[in-house]
């Protein structure tokens, strides 16, 4: 399986979107901004899209999905908490829950309920690597101050996917803060700082610090 990163942009906004392909097939994530780059990739290289898989409603991250389901005739996949809490509306869009595998054959897909940045923030396991949008960042976590949000369900997640992921799991964010993304969990618990935390209050006290610098510094 490859994963080819699609660095795409917007006035402030820059994202890091995905496409995993294996056998002439392949799964969008989190696809935004810049539909030409994209869908050249795809009909250059004669892929045939089979889905669309959305970490969160955020518009950095899904506003191109309508036009990817429309245009590939393909589902799109958000989890059922997420399209709830938001009213997030799409073309063909699929409610997925926690731990349910997605069989987008040759994809197996595990959606794993992350929650912290929102309400119903889903990472998506594939194979060996980890795509989870703004829930974690190489460099950190996301933003926890927004509408569903939480610091504590942030704290949980950190946990939860520290312990329940092999140290290989490779790592795919939504964004960068300068490091190149795929990179090992096992470098996050070395670098990242909240990785490192076993104790809720520490956690939560940096992660909600006054005078934080702009967070969408993205690289
Ligand atoms: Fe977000």
Redesign the pocket.
Known sequence: MEVTCFKVSKLFMKNQCYLVHKNGQGVLIDPAWDYKLINSFIIRNGLELLGVLL????P??TNLADRFARNHDIPVYMSQIEIDFYNFRCHHLQAIQHLNFISLSPFSIIPLHTPG??AG?TCYLIENSLFT??TVFIEGV??CS?YGGDIDEMYDTIQYLKTTLSDKTLIWP?HSFGQIPGKELSFLKGQNIYFQFDNREHFTKLRMRKGQSNPFNFK
């Open positions: 970490t969160h409603s955020h950095d991250h940045h929102t923030g949008g703004d996301g933003i927004e939504g």
